[in-house]
């Protein structure tokens, strides 16, 4: 069983930057790849970011590429996302997922996803 609890949402002006943490518990942090989805008000959930096992591989969605980056440190249980030139646009809820296999956030949709955690807010303000 893994839990998994994130951290660091909050309100921020458009431009600004934001760092998500999510901790992980448990001693298999390093068999997962972990990733990041978001699910602003009606609208569907939708990948953002993913990281392989290892920290080698990362992966974005479009509309985040060149803005956020995605970084882990297995030693802590931890992945984080780094969101820079935050835009309105951005404002949703962040989950973080855990999953043997990249592909469930990359080419899944995060459905089948092993573990979520329960979310945390960002907020762009214009």
């Known amino acids: 069983q893994v839990q998994l609890v994130e951290s660091g949402g909050g309100l921020v002006q458009a431009g600004g930057s934001l760092r998500l943490s999510c901790a992980a518990s448990?001693?298999?942090?390093?068999?997962?790849?972990m990733g990041w989805f978001r699910q602003a008000p009606g609208k569907e959930r939708e990948f953002v970011a993913a990281?392989?096992?290892?920290?080698?591989?990362?992966y974005y969605a479009d509309s985040v590429k060149g803005r956020f980056t995605i970084s882990r440190d297995n030693a802590k249980n931890t992945v984080y996302l780094q969101m820079n030139s935050l835009k309105p646009e951005d404002t949703a809820v962040y989950y973080c997922g855990a999953d043997p296999s990249v592909a469930t956030f990359v080419g899944w949709g995060g459905y089948g996803m092993d573990y979520w955690g329960k979310g945390t807010l960002v907020t762009v303000s214009s």
């Open positions: 990281i392989s096992k290892s920290g080698g591989n990362t």
């Open positions: 448990g001693r298999t942090f390093s068999s997962y790849a």
